[in-house]
Structure formats: C-alpha cells, structure tokens
C-alpha cells in the first residue's frame, strides 16, 4: 500500500480530530473549536466556515450525524447545526460529567468520553435540548478516552485500565459485562465484525476477540514505533496513527491475529486522528495542520 500527499491546510490551527461527509472534513481545532473545510477539490482545502465556542477555545473529539456535528470541547459537548457548513450555529449544550474528549452518535442517544469523569450518556432525541440520561465508571477514578458503539454495546478505550465492553440496552443504566486490562494507555477504539481493535499507546495495536463480550480475548498485536493514538479499520486493513513518531500505519489485519505491515507515512507533525473517505486519508496532524493523503492499493 502507499500512500501519497494531495493537499494539506496549515491555516487551521491544531487540529485533534477531523469526520468527512460529503464535500466537507469537520475539523476538531484545539485551539480554536470547530472549523470547516471544503474538499471537494482535495489537492485544495479551502477553510469556509467555523464555529468557535464562548468560554472555550479547545475542539478535542468531533463526530457527524448530519444535519449536526457534535463536538466534545472539553467543557462538554456542542451540539452545532451545519445545515450551512459556512455558517455553524449552535442548536444545544451538554454539560458532560468530567473533561469530554470524544463523542459518539448512536439512535436517539449520544455517548461521551468524559475521561476523569467516566462514560456520559444523553438522550438527544431533540437535539437543541441534550438531556443527561447516566453516567457510568465513577468520576475521577478512571480515564474514559474514547468510546465506540455498535448495537447494544459499548466499547469503552479506558486510559490504564484497557478495554471495558458495557451494556447499553437500556441507556440509562449501563452495566459493565467483560473487560481486559492492558498494560498501557488505551486511547482509541474501534469494532469491525467480531473483533475489537484497541490504540494502546506504546504498546501499540491490540486486537481482541469480543465474540463473547464478557471475556473479550487478546489475539493479536503490533508494536508500532511510536504512540498509537488513533485507529481506523477499513476492510481488511487497520489504519493506526502512531502519535509521536508522526507515522500513518497500514496493517493488513486479514488475519487478526497476526496483523502485518502493509504501508506507512511519516507526516510532519503528532498524529492525533485520521478519518478515511476513500481513496483519501485525513490526518489531524495538530501543529502540522491537516494532512490529505491518498491511498494507493498494489
């Protein structure tokens, strides 16, 4: 696999996180909220609109679920209309338990990483009016940093404490079922058929069994160079953004077990987060702005 730069935005500040939908990247700025970006040229992103929070100049986690973008600014969540993508406007609030950091759409109910203050789950059935539904994983006693839905579980990255799968049938009282300790910082977390694949910081790339959700199993793993900081599984393939050392990793996950080095790019800055709209990789590469990178299959 290669990969092959086709447009970059320094002009956005720090991005941490970045969702594509359609001719547009929504781009979470940690240093000044939400910004827009037009790609529908993507040799040429062009910044067009932009929404920066009162109180609050920190965009750490954005998620689309149109006609909205909710974004975790550390405050809480922003609940933002982008009916015009020019023009943000903000619909609602939620004032999340502890320091939001990620969030996640699902049905009528949106689930935030709150990090220190556990797994925050509201009801946004009206969007403009997010209502707090449950908050599970005592505050300050853990680090939820990130959380992935899919059914009627969630799987919950928990930052020294790994992999935590919870029961969310009924939302407004999660009930923890399996877990498994790593021995690192787990950061990012995605589920693609029976399988979770797990961003642990510097021990890299986990790949669980969750076949039985009460007793997820470690089958596999890939020591990455640097930090893994993000994941994001497409087909038979992961793509891991390794942090410090500013790599783009391939993994040819076709065996979980033993995933395998497919492709790699070394980007100019800390890979915070990466968002796949094929053929092109968006990377939140803080400091070195947005990268555009298109994949290339041999």
């Known amino acids: 696999m290669q990969f092959s730069e086709v447009g970059f935005s320094d002009a ?12 547009y990247a929504y781009v979470a700025d940690s240093s000044a909220g939400l910004r827009v970006v037009d790609i529908t040229d993507p040799t040429n992103p062009v910044e067009v609109g932009s929404f920066d929070p009162i109180g609050s100049t920190i ?8 006609p909205y973008v909710y974004l975790a600014d550390g405050l809480g969540l ?9 023009a943000p406007i903000e619909a609602g609030f939620y004032n999340s338990i502890g320091f939001a950091v990620k969030a996640q759409v699902s049905g009528q109910y949106v689930y935030v990483a709150g990090r220190d203050g556990g797994l925050n789950i509201a009801d946004i059935s009206v969007p403009g009016d997010p209502q707090h539904v449950s908050n599970y994983f005592k505050a300050g006693s853990v680090h939820v940093r990130d959380v992935y839905v899919s ?21 407004a009282n999660p009930e923890e079922l399996g877990f498994y300790d790593t ?11 029976s399988y ?16 039985d959700p009460t007793n997820p199993q470690e089958i596999g793993f890939y020591d990455t160079p640097g930090y893994a900081q993000d994941v994001f599984v497409l087909g038979t393939y992961a793509f891991v953004g390794d942090g410090s050392s500013g790599l783009l990793l391939a993994l040819d ?10 492709g790699e790019y070394k980007t100019g800055g ?22 555009i990178l298109e994949i290339t299959i041999e």
């Open 196 to 211: 979770a694949y797990l961003a642990d910081g510097a021990d890299g790339l986990r790949v669980f069994d969750i076949s």
């Open 12 to 23: 956005l500040g720090s991005p941490n996180d970045v969702v594509v939908s359609g001719d």
């Open 253 to 262: 996950i076709s065996d979980p077990a033993n995933p395998q080095l497919a």
């Open 151 to 171: 059914g009627t579980l969630a799987y919950v990255a928990m930052e020294g404490q790994g992999l935590r799968v919870v029961d969310v049938s009924d939302p």
């Open 78 to 86: 922003l609940v933002l209309d982008v009916s015009d993508p020019t």
């Open 270 to 291: 800390f890979v915070w987060s990466i968002f796949i709209a094929e053929p092109y990789v968006y990377v939140a590469n803080g400091n070195g702005g947005m990268l």
């Open 183 to 193: 021995s690192e910082a787990a950061e990012a977390v995605v589920v693609s058929g």
């Open 59 to 66: 965009g750490l986690g954005v998620f689309f679920s149109g």
